[in-house]
T-cell receptor, first 114, second 112 residues
Framework: EAGVAQSPRYKIIEKRQSVAFWCNPISGHATLYWYQQILGQGPKLLIQFQNNGVVDDSQLPKDRFSAERLKGVDSTLKIQPAKLEDSAVYLC????????????FGPGTRLTVL | TQLLEQSPQFLSIQEGENLTVYCNSSSVFSSLQWYRQEPGEGPVLLVTVVTGGEVKKLKRLTFQFGDARKDSSLHITAAQPGDTGLYLCAGYGSSNTGKLIFGQGTTLQVKP
């Protein structure tokens, strides 16, 4: 079974530029998560989708971050404009359902904002 | 706000030593999970503990959930260089939406 795919793996941009990350979850997984992991910290949930609807985006900085999950499969996370403090690893995860289902993580995208 | 505090944050030991990592909260969690993350990879689930007082073993790793379901520990016996990595505890929040709350992690280095 293929795992969660993410691209790109690495991205370096200047502050105030925009960037987009892509995630392809495990086939059949209804729930998709985007996490931000700053160096030395644990992952922090940014947004959670159930199929193509948003379940939780309470920690998403909506003035600069946006995410969508069209057709309930792939998802993109966008940052516009980027700030220095956005430098982090962005992890995508998926699970069959929501409550207490195991989450499977992709390898992440390491973003550096200069 | 539910928080999970892990200690220690960094641990560097010699091969063959034993170690314990702690995960504490002032809140009750319905279940706690432990993940291991290697550089350049996403976290991988090691175990889920659900019942207060529960103990689970995974080869040389022993996981315990506190009786009050507010804390957990991970004990590694005879650590090996392959155990090197970032260990994360995580608990499901009270919202029942599947939102995982992670601790800040413990970086373990096992030297040969």
């Amino acid at each position: 079974e293929a795992g969660v795919a993410q691209s790109p793996r690495y991205k370096i941009i200047e502050k105030r530029q925009s960037v987009a990350f892509w995630c392809n979850p495990i086939s059949g997984h209804a729930t998709l998560y985007w996490y931000q992991q700053i160096l030395g910290q644990g992952p922090k949930l940014l947004i959670q989708f159930q199929n193509n609807g948003v379940v939780d985006d309470s920690q998403l900085p909506k003035d600069r971050f946006s995410a969508e999950r069209l057709k309930g499969v792939d998802s993109t996370l966008k940052i516009q404009p980027a700030k220095l403090e956005d430098s982090a690893v962005y992890l995508c995860a998926s699970s069959l359902g929501t409550t207490y289902n195991e989450q499977f993580f992709g390898p992440g995208t390491r973003l550096t904002v200069l | 706000t539910q928080l999970l505090e892990q200690s220690p944050q960094f641990l560097s030991i010699q091969e063959g030593e034993n170690l314990t990592v702690y995960c504490n909260s002032s809140s009750v969690f319905s279940s706690l999970q432990w993940y291991r993350q290697e550089p350049g990879e996403g976290p991988v689930l090691l175990v889920t503990v659900v019942t207060g007082g529960e103990v689970k073993k995974l080869k040389r790793l022993t996981f315990q959930f506190g009786d009050a379901r507010k804390d957990s520990s991970l004990h590694i016996t005879a650590a090996q260089p392959g155990d090197t990595g970032l260990y994360l505890c995580a608990g499901y929040g009270s919202s029942n939406t599947g939102k995982l709350i992670f601790g800040q992690g413990t970086t373990l280095q096992v030297k040969p």
